[in-house]
């Protein structure tokens, strides 16, 4: 009973802590995504994008629904991933065993970016589940410093998330 | 109170299923994912411990090591060359684990020659008999306008938790931009920083761009650098019809804007070799790893 008694009180004080952000210059680099545990049993793979004129752009806005039907093509970077595999919209399978998982993905050197993470359903054809928006200052050459990411915001919507290559 | 309460209650009602409510971290989340420092410790325990050293040296030479597995690199470097009977490498690795963790503290159970070298560099530390950082860098020729310009510099004994960068902004401009300075892979002590190109425009008439290199600690402390805020160098970008070739020096720029002046006069790390290229592709990339993280709810 005791540890029953522990293990919900450390869930109170997690669930309290959701939301919060933090800076961590000091690692090494990257970006969290927050999920809730409901919503990861139904994620099937992450999308993720990068557009251009991140200032101009409204976090809000780009986050009540799926990227495609909101910018055109021109607007997106080309991305690569690990495997040089190269597109305007990068899908990472899920795979959450662990808890977390490590994407990585080569954006143009440049600033002033918008860096959205779609998160899909593993339903054929895929739904979008929600999405992490965030502003990319820069990015230089190698490894970037540290920016952590808006948590995730549930927000399923009736759309078709699929992005022109 | 009350609602505390009716938390902590409408918690303990949720069943408890097989599952832990807090997943394990991912192993390379708590920075000790390297392959080498496993294999490391298991030919430690074997008794391997050529084997161990090198495999440690192994771990260091890998590209993206992260502070804290530096830290236990270092730390298997010491014991290893200890029970190899190299003090001098003992000690160096001793001091770089001292520099990321002023505070570590060997476990009680260690060798006593052991605690007693550990205890003697912390000593050292305290009296500042390290060595310092040393950064060998050149100064930037006048690059090609609308191309990036790569610089490489070499740093020695950098600490733990430091960051070298390259600081400029175009004269006139109130603040300076940086870029940091990456170790390339395979070689410890090299380093290279990249401005990029839409930082170096062709415009119709030439313009200065003033710069400085510094290599600071986790406290923002300088530990090495060349030029400064207050007297960086210069170098000047030129129309793209006039552009000369990148070791061309300005007549026009004043004296004491000359960098070859502030290399003899002002940089704290003297000698040594760097060099600038200037990348022929603008299509550079960098890389953004993300982590995707579940929190349990």
């Known amino acids: ?37 409901s919503a990861a049993s139904q994620l099937g793979a992450f999308q993720v994008v990068v557009l251009k004129d991140g200032s101009r752009r409204s976090c809000a806005d780009l986050q009540r629904t799926c990227l495609a039907g909101q910018v055109t093509s021109d607007a997106l ?24 998982q490590a994407l990585e993905v080569d954006v143009p050197v440049g600033r002033d970016y918008a860096l959205v993470i779609e998160a899909l359903s593993s339903d054929s054809p895929p739904r979008f589940l929600g999405s992490s928006c ?7 050459a190698g490894r970037n410093a540290t920016l952590v990411a808006a948590p995730l915001t549930l927000a399923a919507q009736d759309c078709d998330p699929t992005l022109a290559p | 109170m009350r609602v505390g309460v009716c938390i902590l209650g409408v918690a ?6 097989a599952r832990p409510l ?17 294999q490391a410790r298991a030919q430690l325990d074997a008794g391997e411990f050529e084997a161990a050293l090198k495999t440690v040296q192994a771990g260091l030479d890998a590209p993206d090591v ?5 830290v236990e690199l270092y730390r298997l470097q010491g014991l290893t060359a200890l029970y190899l009977g190299d003090e001098t490498l003992a000690r ?29 560099l912390k000593e050292d530390i305290k009296s500042r008999r390290l060595r310092p950082v040393t950064l060998e860098v050149d100064p930037i020729p006048d690059p090609t306008p609308g191309e990036p310009v790569v610089v490489t510099a070499t740093i020695q ?12 902004r175009r004269v006139g401009a109130q603040g300076f931009n940086s870029v940091d300075f990456s170790r390339e892979r395979g070689a410890p002590e090299h380093y290279r920083a990249t401005v990029p190109a839409y930082e170096l425009p062709a415009e119709p008439t030439s313009y200065e761009v003033e710069y400085y290199f510094e290599v600071a600690d986790a406290a923002q402390r300088r530990l090495a650098g060349r030029g400064d805020s207050y007297q960086p160098l210069v170098f000047q970008v030129m129309p793209r019809a006039v552009a000369a070739p990148a070791v061309a020096e300005d007549t026009s720029r004043p004296w004491y804007k000359s960098p070859w002046l502030w290399v003899a006069v002002g940089a704290v790390a003297i000698g040594g070799t760097a060099g600038v290229v200037a990348l022929s592709s603008s299509g550079e990339r960098g890389r953004v790893p993300i982590t995707v993280r579940v929190d349990p709810q």
Request: glycine share 6%; charged share 20%.
């Open chain 2, 12 to 17: 303990l009602a949720v069943p408890s299923s």
């Open chain 1, 1 to 37: 009973m005791s540890k029953r008694l522990f293990l919900s009180a450390a869930l109170c004080l997690g669930l309290a802590a959701c939301g919060s952000e933090s800076l961590d210059e000091g690692a090494n680099l990257g970006m969290e995504l927050r999920v809730s545990a």
């Open chain 2, 66 to 70: 992260t502070d804290d597995q530096l």
């Open chain 1, 77 to 100: 970077l080309m991305l690569t991933n690990g495997a040089g595999h190269q597109a305007r919209a990068l899908r990472f399978p899920v795979n959450l065993e662990s808890a977390s």
């Open chain 2, 92 to 120: 160096a690795a001793y001091e770089k684990l001292l520099q990321a963790r002023p505070d570590f503290e060997l476990a009680r159970s260690a060798p006593p020659k052991i605690r007693a070298l550990f205890a003697k």
């Open chain 2, 157 to 168: 004994d950098m600490a733990l938790g430091a960051r070298a960068r390259l600081f400029y």
């Open chain 2, 22 to 38: 807090f997943p394990p971290p991912h192993f390379s989340q708590i920075g000790l994912a390297s392959p080498e420092i496993a």
């Open chain 1, 134 to 140: 965030n502003y990319l200052r820069e990015v230089n």
